[in-house]
Every structure is written in C-alpha cells, then in structure tokens.
C-alpha cells in the first residue's frame, strides 16, 4: 500500500539559508500534519491542514510557513535556519479531517550546520 | 497545555510480556494512540482507544480508563525486532497529536 512520501530524505544547510520540505500523503486523505523531532525527543506537533486549509498551529515558529495544495500535498517553508533548527521533520496523513488514524512518512532529516 | 508521562526504558528477555504504562493530562481528550518508532525512522500506528476498556490485535493489547487519565500497552510473545522505543500519543484536538518522551524497549535474548 502506498504510504506517506517525504522529501527530501536528509537536507544540509547552513545558518540563515531557506529550506522547503515536501509532503505526499496517502491517495484519498485530505488532511496533513507536520511534527518535529529533535535528538532524543518526541515529535512536537507543528502545524496540520484539512482541504486546503489550515486546521490547527502548534509550536510553529514565525519563521516557518507550510501550506497545503490543491492535490493535498504540502510543504513546510524554513526561513533564516538556526542550529536549534536541526531534527527530524516527519510528516503524516489522515483520511476524511482529523479524526482518524495519523500515518506517518520516513521523515526528513534536517542539519543545521 | 499537556501532560503525558511514560517510562523512560525497560528491558525485557524474549518471549516475555512487557506492559507500559501511560498516564495524561490534557486540556482535551479525543482518542489516545501507540506508536513504535525505532531509531531514526517514522513512528507506526500501533493501537487506538478513545472507549474505556482493552483493544486486542495481535501479539499487542492497549487499555484505556479514561477516568483515571491511564493506559498501558502491553506487547506478549516478544521478539527482538520488538526493540524500539512506544510512544503514547493524547490527541487534545481533532487535528493535534500531543506525545509522551516515549519509553525504549530492549529485548535481550
């Protein structure tokens, strides 16, 4: 079964630079989550979208945008990288809104250097 | 805001039974789920509840009582590709999923 498609898969930058992660959920579900990891944490829920629109923020910072397209994939937008910027970013998928069970892709492994 | 406490690690020997414990305080409740996540990689849907009682698949059991803010999931037969690490997950709201520290399983041979 196709699953949640994340790219890319490890992302290098340097302080300051911009960075665009890329989301394909699953065919038919409509609604998308973005979360951060970093070392040795739990995935810390960032920002989520329903059809198009946003659903629910969490720990966003204002440097960060995301949005959700018209084919339901999303990208989250990263502007003047900090160190601290450096985790995994997994993205999930859910079928018919929120209440559902949340899929997770591989992730996108961010550095920071 | 949230509260969602687990152990930090546990080891067991394969072929035993390990139960772990999740306890939570949320300013909402709409479902609570486990996920297993080994290093590095995405973390995988487990198990559901958002009713009172046990949910049975398999070789893995989870128990909700929502009076008490309590669940536990509890892994049987263990194998050693069962080494990972549980996250217990609260969803507060219909898009959010708020996560435990997550508990690392050993399994030992």
């Known amino acids: 079964a196709a699953g949640v498609i994340q790219s890319p898969r490890h992302l290098i930058k340097e302080k300051r630079e911009t960075a665009t992660l890329k989301c394909y959920p699953i065919p038919r579900h409509d609604t998308v989550y973005w979360y951060q990891q970093g070392p040795g944490q739990d995935p810390q829920f960032l920002i989520s979208?329903?059809?198009?629109?946003?659903?629910d923020k969490g720990s966003i910072p204002d440097r960060f945008s995301a949005q959700q397209f018209s084919d339901y994939h999303s990208e989250l937008n990263m502007s003047s990288l900090e160190l601290g910027d450096s985790a995994l970013y997994f993205c999930?998928?859910?079928?018919?809104?929120?209440?559902?069970?949340?899929?997770f892709g591989a992730g996108t492994r961010l550095s920071v250097l | 805001g949230q509260n969602i406490d687990q152990p930090t690690e546990m080891t067991a020997t394969e072929g035993a039974i390990v139960q772990i414990n999740c306890t939570y305080q949320?300013?909402?409740?709409?479902?609570l789920f486990w996920y297993q996540q080994h290093a590095g990689e995405a973390p995988t849907f487990l198990s559901y509840?958002?009713?009172?009682g046990l949910e049975e698949k398999g070789r893995f059991s989870s128990f909700l009582s929502r009076s008490k803010g309590y669940s536990y999931l509890l892994l049987k037969e263990l194998q050693m590709k069962d080494s990972a690490s549980y996250l217990c997950a609260v969803r507060e709201s219909d898009y959010k999923l708020s996560f435990g520290a997550g508990t690392t399983v050993t399994v030992r041979a």
């Open positions: 509840n958002v009713l009172d």
């Open positions: 979208f329903y059809e198009k629109m946003q659903s």
């Open positions: 949320t300013s909402g409740f709409n479902g």
């Open positions: 999930a998928s859910s079928p018919q809104g929120g209440r559902n069970i949340q899929y």
